[in-house]
């Protein structure tokens, strides 16, 4: 392997970011659009979609930490992680257009559909992007480089979330032609094609340079120990499932309120367009921030001022999309800086492992990461479905009062309040910019060593 802590090169980013593009042509179908497709179009409850997303996490328990297992046990002449986008970029794409499909089948044979073809995106989705997430981690071995990278893959990756926002519907419109089934499955059609061409770039154009400490042996035992016995990581586990659950719930309940609330149901991919560009431009603040107050701090104070402009998204009325647009750009752009953070800190907890108990198991780490994020999502998902039920929601004909009242909290308060108690668990997390240092330092000097 070349030197662990190398300057990455532009096409070595822009080839890591276009990866994150990847993943969400198919994650955002998923995170925006899958509960009111199962609603509205594919003819299942609110309440059977969200107890299937919730379904599904129990699953997540056991294969995130085992594909984080196998991972890092895995030896290839392309590395640990780059070999998995390289086997499952084809099953990703594939999955993605059958959980998108709607057969002919009776009531509780679309649930059981919609149930076995969601599950088995999930893990396909954990063995490619897990994966993906700890390859950015084994790139360099420079803290700031890798915050640095992590702002190019969110920057790519609200790309992809850009375009597929932006056009879902209109493009299932256009291939529908007023069938929405056959829309989504075309649309999901093209959006895997894209998926499987970038994550092939990815896999040309990225490089693995830090390894385990050589003299690391293979103990399941000791890595798990480790790892509940890495209070940092504890910490951003727990922060990233928080963080996931109100992102998943605000996104899952979006198109309702364009829908029901608003009345305008294709102004959602405006809204949606809108909040995506204003996180690209906040996302390239990350790196600076996190150099001068440290990526705890920022993290902690966009919770906080991000959390705020969500609560407030509460008040305009349904005529007064100004109102909603400016605080949609507000939250979005004051959550931006904290996207890559989450990740960069990730990867600084493997290094906390390594350098206070000696082993290093990326992977493993990184299953924390994908767990919390499938775990938010189904959880969200979940809440979304369920908050619709309690608060009497009946798809495709004009809602009460009550239902729109449960549809406004679900887009703003719930989320506010959940985003801002990040800060709180954040409080916690020990690894500031003078430890992150000395880790760099300690762990270069044991690396020239061996």
Known sequence: MS???????????VGYGLGDTASHFVWDMVGFWILIFYTDTFGISAAAAGTIMLIARFWDML???????????????????????????????????????????????????????????????????????????????????RAGLNSYRFIFAFAGQFIVTGSALYLASYFGKGDMATGYQYTLILFGLISFVLFMITFKTTRERVAPPPAQKTNLKADFANLFNNRPWVILFFVGIVSFIMFALQNLSIAYYFKYYVGQEQSVQLFNVIGTVALILGIPFSKPLAKR??????????????????????????????????????????YAPAVPLLWTMLADTADYSEWKFHRRATGLVFSAATFAQKAGWGIGGALAG????????????EQTAT????????????????????????????????????????????????
Request: hydrophobic share 45%.
């Open 3 to 13: 030197s662990n802590n190398a300057k990455l090169s532009l096409k070595e980013k």
């Open 63 to 145: 294969s995130d930490p085992l594909m984080g297992i196998v991972a890092d046990r895995t030896n290839t002449r392309w590395g640990k992680f780059r070999p998995y986008l390289l086997w499952m970029a084809l099953p990703y794409s594939v999955l993605a257009v059958l959980t998108f499909t709607t057969p002919d089948l009776g009531a509780t044979g679309k649930v059981i559909y919609a149930g076995v073809t969601y599950l088995l995106l999930m893990t396909v989705f954990t063995a490619i992007n897990l994966p993906y997430s700890s390859l950015g981690a084994v790139m360099t071995s420079d803290s700031y480089e």
């Open 293 to 334: 107050f440290g990526k705890r701090n920022v993290f902690m104070a966009s919770s906080l001022i991000s959390g705020v402009f969500f609560i407030l998204l509460y008040i305009p009325g349904n005529d007064n999309m100004y109102a909603v647009n400016i605080l949609n750009i507000l939250a979005k752009f004051t």
């Open 386 to 397: 369920w908050i619709l039920a309690l608060f009497s929601f009946v798809p495709n004909v």
């Open 403 to 450: 239902s729109l009242h449960g549809i406004k909290l679900m887009i703003s308060v719930i989320p506010g309040l959940l985003y801002m108690s990040c800060a709180i668990l954040l409080y916690f997390y020990g690894i500031d910019r003078k430890t992150c240092q000395v880790m760099e330092d300690e762990l270069r000097q044991r690396r020239e060593m061996s």
